[in-house]
Nanobody, 122 residues
């Protein structure tokens, strides 16, 4: 089992940057793939990015390619989401999730953090 805690959200102007962190507890963190999802009121959770357990494979949603990068440091039990050139449509609650396989479907992930709010003003 793994527990996840997101941090790094906040208010930023369009064009700015934020780096989100997903810190995990548990000695088996390095065996989990991690995904980032975001959600706005009234909408389903949307896939943003994912990284394999070893970090060799990543996947990004088309809407964030070229602007966001995902990375992990297994020694620190942490996954990062670097968000550059932020747009107002990036606003939402960002969640990280863990599963044994790298997936793009939210329903496939078994473990979730509590989320961190990102607000991008125009």
């Amino acid at each position: 089992q793994v527990q996840l805690v997101e941090s790094g959200g906040g208010l930023v102007q369009a064009g700015g940057s934020l780096r989100l962190s997903c810190a995990a507890s548990g000695r088996t963190f390095s065996s989990y793939a991690i995904g980032w999802f975001r959600q706005t009121p009234g909408k389903e959770r949307e896939f943003v990015a994912a990284i394999s357990w070893g970090g060799s494979r990543t996947s990004l949603a088309d809407s964030v390619k070229g602007r966001f990068t995902i990375s992990r440091d297994n020694a620190k039990n942490t996954v990062y989401l670097q968000m550059n050139s932020l747009k107002p449509e990036d606003t939402g609650v960002y969640y990280c999730a863990a599963d044994s396989r790298m997936r793009v479907e939210a329903r496939a992930y078994n473990y979730w953090g509590q989320g961190t709010q990102v607000t991008v003003s125009s």
